[in-house]
């Protein structure tokens, strides 16, 4: 029989035998917690084009999701997650004019599953998927809603808009009434369910292109789309004050988009009017399907040295850029579908060589053209980067039947032109420069009629 000195020894053994065990245990599991996906940020993007979610995290996640109705909610289950506060204020980010989501609701489904419920304010059409770390961003998981039924861009710049006759000037190209009564549809006749909306967009169209003046003429509407760069999860170029590229842009765009539509018989189409992103080729969709006869893009340039100053106008490039800088600009903008977050299963890849095919060199001389006279104003109340218009082969300058531009109005990495940028009467200053420009363009270069209903 074992002694009292040996039993004790026995027990001292035993205690050190399961400390070590316990030691190894927490070894053996500390990093697998470690190694758990972890929530880092949470974002939402209402809008009326769509509503975006976006989960930031330190790795690649595996989500599924379902639609139930009655009444209409997305359900969505995230794999190798665990609840955490950040995750937690997704509930509180949800604005109540959100257009499609009413409300979220966040839960631990099961071990390691994460559930999320949508509570949705309408049908959808749901996009979830997965973004690679791009910019200074990490991995970034995705939700897009969708409205089920798309709004006519045309339509509802229509309801927006109120215009004056114009001056002897600015009259565009008249058309015979006999064109316009035989676009109308027969208003008598009901139209089969199925033609209803093809008949909305047709009446819209054609009151689009043109209206009647004073005197009974028919008188060509002008379309200007104006595309304020970046949005939603691409902020863009910063100043060293903290001001943002797609803020500044988006309220020098709004300027401009009211100083156009007080000229007679304009219309504008912003390509975003709030904060939220807009993948390039869709900034080109949208011009085209408003038939635009103007596409202008605004943006904030940035370099590395502060030093750097001076407003720029490019166009479109066919045989490649003018200049070195040209070439790391359009590099640079053309990014934006990578930070902004494009989903790559439903965007068309072939869309920019296709447009770059259908390019024609009169869309291009029509560029230069507007590009020179915009230039010249704008030189007139800052310094201009370049005394010419510059090119290259920026992605949201690709469409082959808008004369478009791109005009970079300060740099916002330099300190005195960010001060500039901020400034409200700066801001005026350049829209007003803008319209000038744009104003002599049309004097040298009137608008030919087209057919709306293309």
């Given at each position: 029989?074992?002694?009292?000195?040996?039993?004790r020894?026995?027990?001292?053994?035993?205690?050190?035998?399961l400390?070590?065990?316990?030691?190894?245990?927490?070894?053996?599991t500390?990093?697998?917690?470690?190694?758990?996906?972890?929530?880092?940020?949470v974002?939402?993007?209402?809008?009326?084009?769509?509503?975006?979610v976006?989960l930031?995290?330190?790795t690649?996640?595996?989500?599924?999701?379902?639609?139930?109705?009655?009444?209409e909610r997305?359900v969505?289950?995230?794999?190798?997650?665990?609840?955490?506060?950040?995750?937690?204020s997704?509930?509180?980010?949800?604005?109540?004019?959100?257009p499609?989501?009413?409300?979220?609701?966040?839960?631990?489904?099961?071990?390691?599953?994460?559930?999320?419920?949508?509570?949705?304010?309408?049908?959808?059409?749901?996009?979830?998927?997965?973004?690679p770390?791009?910019?200074?961003y990490k991995?970034?998981?995705?939700?897009?809603?969708?409205?089920?039924?798309?709004?006519?861009?045309i339509?509802?710049?229509?309801?927006?808009?109120?215009?004056?006759?114009?001056?002897?000037?600015?009259?565009g190209?008249?058309?015979?009434?006999?064109?316009?009564?035989?676009?109308?549809?027969d208003?008598?006749?009901e139209p089969?369910?199925?033609l209803?909306?093809?008949?909305?967009?047709?009446?819209?169209?054609?009151?689009?292109?043109?209206?009647?003046?004073?005197?009974?003429?028919?008188?060509?509407?002008?379309?200007?789309?104006?595309?304020?760069?970046?949005?939603?999860?691409?902020?863009?170029?910063?100043?060293?004050?903290?001001?943002?590229?797609?803020?500044?842009?988006?309220?020098?765009?709004?300027?401009?988009?009211?100083?156009?539509?007080?000229?007679?018989?304009?219309?504008?189409?912003?390509?975003?009017?709030?904060?939220?992103?807009?993948?390039?080729?869709?900034?080109?969709?949208k011009?085209r399907?408003v038939?635009?006869?103007?596409?202008?893009?605004?943006?904030?340039?940035?370099?590395?040295?502060?030093?750097?100053?001076?407003?720029?106008?490019?166009v479109?490039?066919?045989?490649?850029?003018?200049?070195?800088?040209?070439?790391?600009l359009?590099d640079?903008?053309?990014?934006?579908?990578?930070?902004?977050?494009?989903?790559l299963?439903n965007?068309?890849?072939?869309?920019?060589?296709?447009?770059?095919?259908?390019?024609?060199?009169?869309q291009?001389?029509?560029?230069m053209?507007?590009?020179?006279?915009?230039?010249?104003?704008?030189?007139?109340?800052?310094?201009?980067?370049?005394?010419?218009?510059e090119?290259?082969?920026?992605?949201?300058?690709?469409?082959?039947d808008?004369?478009s531009?791109?005009i970079?109005t300060?740099?916002?990495?330099?300190?005195?032109?960010?001060?500039?940028?901020?400034?409200?009467?700066?801001?005026?200053?350049?829209?007003?420069?803008?319209?000038t420009g744009?104003r002599?363009?049309?004097?040298?270069?009137?608008?030919?009629?087209?057919?709306?209903?293309?």
């Amino acid at each position: 029989m074992p002694s009292t000195p040996q039993i004790r020894a026995q027990h001292v053994s035993r205690r050190t035998v399961l400390k070590a065990g316990a030691t190894l245990m927490l070894s053996v599991t500390a990093p697998m917690r470690a190694n758990a996906a972890q929530i880092l940020a949470v974002r939402v993007w209402p809008a009326d084009d769509y509503t975006r979610v976006t989960l930031e995290n330190d790795t690649d996640l595996k989500a599924t999701h379902f639609i139930v109705k009655d009444p209409e909610r997305m359900v969505v289950d995230i794999e190798g997650l665990d609840l955490n506060p950040t995750l937690k204020s997704l509930v509180a980010k949800i604005q109540s004019n959100d257009p499609y989501i009413k409300q979220v609701r966040v839960g631990q489904n099961r071990p390691n599953v994460v559930r999320l419920v949508f509570d949705l304010k309408s049908e959808v059409k749901p996009q979830v998927f997965t973004l690679p770390p791009a910019g200074n961003y990490k991995h970034r998981l995705i939700f897009d809603l969708y409205p089920v039924k798309e709004v006519d861009p045309i339509a509802a710049m229509i309801e927006k808009g109120e215009w004056t006759d114009p001056p002897a000037d600015m009259a565009g190209v008249q058309t015979p009434k006999e064109q316009l009564s035989e676009l109308k549809p027969d208003l008598k006749a009901e139209p089969r369910e199925e033609l209803k909306a093809q008949v909305k967009i047709a009446e819209a169209q054609t009151r689009a292109a043109e209206k009647v003046d004073k005197q009974g003429k028919m008188v060509r509407m002008l379309t200007i789309a104006l595309d304020p760069g970046h949005g939603g999860e691409d902020p863009g170029a910063s100043g060293r004050n903290g001001s943002r590229e797609k803020d500044i842009v988006l309220a020098i765009a709004k300027r401009l988009k009211n100083k156009l539509e007080d000229l007679p018989n304009i219309r504008v189409m912003l390509t975003r009017d709030g904060d939220y992103f807009v993948p390039l080729g869709t900034r080109v969709e949208k011009a085209r399907k408003v038939q635009a006869d103007l596409f202008v893009s605004i943006h904030a340039d940035a370099f590395v040295q502060p030093t750097a100053r001076g407003s720029s106008v490019f166009v479109l490039s066919e045989k490649g850029a003018t200049s070195s800088a040209a070439r790391w600009l359009a590099d640079k903008e053309n990014s934006a579908d990578a930070i902004g977050g494009v989903n790559l299963k439903n965007h068309d890849r072939q869309l920019a060589s296709v447009l770059l095919d259908l390019s024609t060199t009169a869309q291009i001389n029509d560029s230069m053209k507007l590009g020179r006279a915009v230039l010249g104003e704008i030189g007139g109340i800052n310094r201009l980067h370049k005394g010419s218009v510059e090119q290259a082969g920026f992605a949201v300058l690709k469409a082959p039947d808008i004369p478009s531009i791109l005009i970079e109005t300060a740099f916002i990495s330099n300190p005195e032109e960010e001060a500039k940028l901020r400034d409200e009467d700066y801001q005026n200053k350049l829209a007003d420069a803008i319209v000038t420009g744009i104003r002599r363009y049309f004097a040298k270069n009137p608008p030919l009629a087209k057919n709306r209903l293309i």
